[in-house]
């Protein structure tokens, strides 16, 4: 499973939710969300197997996740309830960290995924509001496995809006590690986010190893 968490930090990998914004007000279509996820992770592959120095690799990965993730909205999702009971402050911060968090833990592996490939399997409609696209993983040395994104319109544009690894749904699982942080220190926002700060900082030391 550390490979499919690893993916869903990108969307994931790229990963994704929508916050439920306007991705259910627009259809999706099965063959430009194909495209979407076949030029997406064609750009993601380059940047891992990408031979410069890790901090222009990591200002790669960070325009990528802008351009196929709706990154305020999956960050207020996967913070649930608790978002309405965070000070403005603690959301500005908040959203600061959730995108820093993302690109680290791409950054912090580039070197376990060199050589990393990707194919793309069956697009179809999951319903009038998403797409599910398959595709399949490749490593060095590493059993292939299957993700499953889920591909909505969000201001008219294609994004990912969740990533599915072996049945399960990668967002909401970040959206019970999270709460569960906050309740067990008395509903306070504050520790999730020094909790993201001290994940941040050993992802970044992580980097040049």
């Known amino acids: 499973m550390a490979s499919r968490r690893f993916f869903f930090g990108t969307a994931l990998a790229l990963a994704a939710a929508t916050g439920g914004r306007d991705a259910r007000a627009q259809g999706a279509d099965p063959a430009r969300a194909a495209q979407f996820i076949q030029a997406t992770g064609q750009e993601l592959v380059a940047a891992l197997n990408s031979n410069a120095p890790v901090e222009r690799?990591?200002?790669?990965?960070?325009?990528i996740l802008r351009k196929a993730v709706d990154v305020e909205g999956v960050g207020r999702f996967i913070l649930g309830r608790w978002w309405r009971q965070a000070s403005p402050a603690e959301q500005q911060?908040?959203?600061?960290?959730?995108?820093?968090?993302?690109?680290?833990?791409?950054?912090?592996?580039?070197?376990?995924?060199?050589?990393?490939r990707f194919s793309l399997g069956r697009a179809q409609q999951r319903a009038e509001e998403d797409v599910l696209v398959n595709t399949i993983i490749e490593r060095p040395n590493i059993a292939p496995f299957s993700l499953d994104w889920r591909v909505g319109n969000v201001g008219g544009q294609p994004k990912v809006v969740d990533v599915i690894a072996e049945g399960t749904s990668l967002r909401l699982t970040q959206r019970s590690e999270y709460s569960a942080v906050v309740q067990r220190n008395n509903g306070q926002v504050s520790a999730l986010l020094a909790a993201m700060r001290n994940q941040i900082q050993q992802l970044a030391a992580r980097e040049g190893r």
């Not at 690799?57 to 325009?63: F, I, K």
């Open 57 to 63: 690799r990591r200002q790669q990965v960070a325009s």
């Open 93 to 116: 911060e908040y959203m600061r960290l959730f995108e820093e968090t993302l690109i680290r833990n791409l950054s912090a592996r580039f070197g376990e995924y060199q050589g990393v």
